[in-house]
Every structure is written in C-alpha cells, then in structure tokens.
C-alpha cells in the first residue's frame, strides 16, 4: 500500500518518527513523508521515505493574513500535487493538529491512521494510543512512555522491540567533517560533542559549566570539545570562547542538516541538553549525556538508544510544570555541578559504559529496552524507589494493558512495597475514582429508563473528570477521559464498556499500589 506519513512537527519528533517509518516499511508499505518546510532535510535521513512533499507551513500562515482564499488554494495545490505524485491509498497522521487532521481527510478521507477526522468532522483516532499520544503532550511530567513508541504505537505498529537508524552520511562527508575537526584542533586524541542550546533558556545547562567540562576534556583525555548549534546560538558560542582555556572546534551556526549529521557521526560522545541533535544521535548510534532542566524530563523524550545516561536535576520540583513562572528561580539549572558530569564521562572513556555511582546534584539513569521492546530507564544514583520513579513503572504496567485493550486482570504485582509517600498520594483519589466509577455505573443504568437522571449523570461525570484533571498523578486520564468523552454516537452499551474498562485501570492501579 502507498502510505503518506504526514508529521508536521518540529525536527526532533520528525526524526524520532523513524522507527514508525521502518516499521510500515517492513510491513510492505511504500513510504511517501509530508513534513514542514524548514525540516524537509531531514528526509535524508529517514532511509524508509522515497518521496516528500515539503509543506510551507510559515508561507501559509503569512498568507492567511493577507488573503484566506489565496492561502487556501495554495493548500489545495499542495495535496493535488500529492495526489498526482504519489496517489495515496491512506495516510498515517502523527500530528493531532485540526489542520494536520484536514489535510489528512483531504488527501484520503476516511483512510487515515493516527489523527483523523469522521465523516462529520469530529476528531477521531484510530487507537487509543493516538489519544494518548495528545493527552500526554499536556502533560508529560507523569508520562511513562518514550515519544517514540508512542508514535510507532500511533502509527498502528510497536508489538515489538523499536530500533532507531537514520541514514549514515556518505563516507566523503564523515571524512571532510573530520577533517574539518583536525583543522581547528590538531593533536586530539578524539571529539565530543557539546550542544549549548535548548529549545528555551530555562532548559539550557550554563555555558559555563560546558566550557569546564570541555577543558577538562582537553587537560584530561586530550578530547577535544565540539561545538554544535543552530544560527541562532552563536552568542552562546561566544559565551563559550570567553570562558574556556583549551582549545575546541566551533560549529555552532556553520553546519546545515547533513553537515550536523556527518559531524555528530564522528563524534565519541554527545553531551547534550534535550535538543533535536540528542535525538539525531541516538539515530546514528552515537551514545549520549543528555541533560534535563524545567519541564523537560527523561521518560518521555529521552535518547531512544540504550546505553546512554540521562542526567536530571535531583530537586522535588523537578520536572516542573508547564507555562509555571519558576519560584526558585531557575535553580535546576545550578543543580549539576560540571564535575558530577565529569565523573561521568571518565567512567564511559575508561570502561564504554555508565555505571552505578553517587552523582552528586543529579538523579542519574541509563536508557534500555524493556522486556517488550519499549525504551525504558534504570537507575544509576540509587533513586529508583523514589515515588515518581516508582508511579511511572507502575503506570507502564497498567496503562500499556489499558491502551492495547489487553485483561487489567492480569497486571501482577512485584511484592516490594510502594513508597508510603506515594501511598498517601493516591489512596484517597484512587478510592475517590472508584466511587464515582461505580456511581456512574449506576447511574447509565438508570439513565436508560428515565432520562430525567441525565443532569446527575453528568455531574458525577464532571466531578470524575475534575478529580483526574486535578491530580498530579492521574491528570493523563483525565485528559483521556476527557477526549474520549467528546466522541460522538457513543450508545448506551458503549458508554458503560467505557466506564468498566477505566474501573478496570483506576482497579489496576490500587492493586499494584498496594503490593508495589
């Protein structure tokens, strides 16, 4: 079948769609990538894709301003021109966007995987991972899932282990970036990376504390520190150059997408805050010290290769909620001192791995996969029975049976105790979410005979949602609840097989809670 992938995203998550790609691939599909403009380079590394079809998203937009009409023509002309092209026969929607949506139902209607739209226009998803998928986005501080299995669950695969591969650059741009290093550097013994930016200040490790490291670097292993970034960091860059001794290779602002490329591939080590290169070297198999500050945390947008360490600042505030002014300000940031980072490096130089270790300032884990193939993290600073840790293995036991529509039944418990912190946390709300399940219940029933029970229905509706929605543990089902409330044409007998199945989850989780 021919498959248009539509991901109108940002560079990261159009790259960590690859293992999806390979997976439609291996199943047959012929392959055809609709992504943004700006990030149409990176098709050159998703070996699976044979035509894209850039989108001038910033055009578009700019249009709109202008003449709607015009601007809608010129989308018009884009999915002609993939209808004429390529000839879909489905698309694979990772973008849970309404325009992402329409333009999926333009170029095939009903066809569509993912994201899509129904015959009337209301947002449909074709599994209840794609729901997931959205509702996690708001909410990725308790999200127990790497983004990319989500998108290969999305995508309608991830029954099985994930491999992540991008397209290795040709052996001439290896060879002329390494060159290039040798130009500016002579003498090292090897390169590391260092990236300086973040896609925002409050999730950027001090340039400082880079530069430290990049000298040590030098003085140490005669490593010699790569500078990576986009045009817009050069000032960080130049932060950089005034604070370090020893010599280093500045690429910040000099490489396009395939010079990046070819650049990280020839590097040692990545040490990175979580930037789409993170993601780019994990795809080349380049191991990785990636850095987590704010709101970024490592669950969910780790690097999707095992071996690589995640470093997270060890404060009980840590990761902090989105679109939250910061009250300390911005004290993660200071957490991770540059030696704790050090320490680390020297154990991947001498030994090729990370190991168990104080690491001061830091909860330090390692990415692996777990026994069904989905990128999980182990601990390496001894913080895998602290209640976030143990919440988020808790939540991949259930929640993987909830969203592939396996028996809840079957969740077994590990016979460790759970936290009493986390005990306290969720019992009440838990116990909270059982009732109104069980009243809701009742409640449908009656419903059926006597419409004039509707109003109380959905208050005890109301108050469900607004128990979930508000609770820092369970705000992702409430998000799904919420979503999954607004599909139409749900009758009677639906509607309780939805209510028994959440009773079924909220059930899980008291199991697991209390012999965790």
Excluded at 54 to 81: I, M
Excluded at 356 to 365: L, N, Q, S, V
Excluded at 368 to 380: H, Q, W
Aim: with cysteine; glycine share 10%.
């Amino acid at each position: 079948m021919r498959l248009l992938v539509q991901n109108l995203t940002r560079l990261g998550d159009l790259l960590q769609s690859q293992p999806a790609l390979a997976e439609l691939a291996a199943a047959g599909h012929t392959i055809a990538l609709a992504c943004l403009e700006n990030f149409a380079g990176a098709a050159r590394l998703l070996p699976e894709v044979g035509q894209v079809f850039p989108l001038p998203g910033a055009q578009l937009l700019a249009g709109l301003d202008r003449d709607w009409h015009g601007a809608l023509a010129r989308v018009s002309c884009f999915t002609d021109k993939i209808v004429r092209e390529f000839a879909p026969e489905a698309v694979v929607n990772l973008t849970s966007s309404v325009a992402a949506r329409l333009l999926a139902k333009r170029l095939c209607g009903e066809a569509v995987q993912g994201f899509g739209l129904d015959a009337l226009g209301f947002r449909q998803e074709t599994t209840p991972w794609a729901v997931f998928l959205e509702a996690s986005s708001a909410n990725r501080g308790v999200s127990p899932f790497n983004i990319v299995d989500l998108f290969r669950k999305a995508a309608g695969g991830g029954n099985g282990p994930g491999r992540f591969a991008l397209g290795r650059p040709e052996q001439a741009a290896l060879d002329q970036a390494r060159d290039g290093f040798r130009t500016q550097v002579g003498g090292a013994a090897g390169f590391v990376g260092l990236q300086l930016g973040a896609s925002a200040a409050i999730r950027q490790w001090p340039v400082a504390s880079f530069a430290w490291l990049g000298d040590w670097l030098w003085r140490t292993r005669r490593l010699a520190p790569v500078l990576l970034g986009g045009a817009g960091e050069t000032g960080l860059a130049e932060q950089y150059r005034s604070a370090a001794r020893e010599p280093f290779v500045d690429l910040v602002g000099r490489t396009g997408l395939p010079e990046l490329a070819a650049a990280v591939a020839n590097l040692e080590l990545l040490v990175t805050n979580d930037t789409g290169t993170l993601h780019l070297a994990a795809g080349l198999d380049v191991p990785s010290v990636a850095l987590f500050f704010a709101t970024a945390q490592p669950f969910d947008t780790g690097p999707y290769r095992p071996g690589c360490l995640c470093l997270e600042p060890d404060l009980d505030c840590h990761p902090c909620p989105f679109r939250v002014p910061c009250p300390r300000e911005n004290a993660c940031l200071r957490a991770i001192a540059p030696e704790t980072v050090a320490a680390a490096v020297a154990d991947f130089c001498d030994t090729g791995t990370f190991r168990f270790r104080a690491y001061p300032g830091a909860r330090a884990w390692l990415s692996v996969f777990d026994a069904a193939g989905f990128m999980d993290l182990r601990s390496l600073s001894g913080h895998d029975r602290e209640p976030r840790a143990v919440w988020l293995r808790l939540q991949r036991q259930v929640l993987r049976r909830f969203l592939d529509g396996d028996d809840l039944l079957a969740v077994s418990a590990s016979g460790e105790a759970a936290p009493e912190a986390l005990r306290d946390a969720l019992t009440t709300s838990l116990g909270q979410s059982a009732d109104l399940l069980r009243l809701l219940t009742g409640q449908a029933a009656l419903l059926a005979r006597s419409p004039a029970m509707k109003g109380r229905f959905l208050a005890t509706w109301d108050r469900l949602q607004r128990l979930w929605l508000a609770s820092p543990h369970l705000a992702v089902l409430g998000h799904l609840w919420l979503r999954q409330a607004q599909d139409p044409g749900r009758d009677l007998s639906a509607l309780l097989a939805r209510i028994d199945r959440y009773a079924g989850c909220v059930a899980a989780f008291s199991r697991l809670l209390d012999h965790a």
